[in-house]
């Protein structure tokens, strides 16, 4: 079976079964391994990408589902001249990551967030991003989405973070 659908900008073809998962056709055909394996019942969050602007679990999601569908991964989240998008600035400049795994989900979790709610509340944040992360760097992905939408301020004076 062949299904089409657009990753990343560019048009792209999945050969495979229909019930294939998304994330295993980004890593395997295509070699976006930025999208990582978790745990495989979409509970984690560190498969997350975008389908049609939304946030998705792509070890849960058939590749069939994804068909005529706008998919963005983690690689395709940079601007066009190769610049990091705010969120993954922010992410660095806080120093989010640890052991960095689920960091790839957790970053399209809060872009997903971003692009919904440009100004959100630490209650709006601690509501959307769901992705679990074992190190537990929950304080900093929070301030690193105020940094990201220009709230670092408000957010260090407020002691959201």
């Known amino acids: 079976m062949t299904i089409t659908a657009t990753v990343n900008g560019k048009a ?7 019930d294939t998962p998304l994330l295993w056709a980004l890593r395997e055909e295509l070699g976006l391994t930025g999208t990582k394996f978790g745990c495989g019942i979409a509970a984690c969050g560190a498969c997350t990408v975008h389908v049609d602007g939304q946030p998705t679990r792509s070890c849960s999601l058939p590749i069939e589902a994804a068909a005529g569908k706008a998919i963005t991964t983690i690689e395709g989240l940079k601007h066009a001249d190769g ?16 052991c960095g795994y689920c960091q790839s989900g957790q970053i399209m979790a809060a872009a997903a967030l971003i692009a919904k709610n440009p100004h959100p509340s630490d209650a709006d944040i601690d509501a959307a991003m769901t992705n679990i992360c074992r190190c537990g760097t929950y304080l900093r992905i929070r301030e690193a989405i105020h940094r990201a939408t220009g709230q670092a301020a408000q957010a260090v004076s407020g002691g959201a973070a």
Do not use: K, Y
């Open 12 to 18: 792209v073809e999945f050969n495979g079964e229909g």
């Open 83 to 98: 610049t990091l998008s705010a969120v993954q600035q922010a992410w660095i400049e806080v120093q989010v990551p640890q």
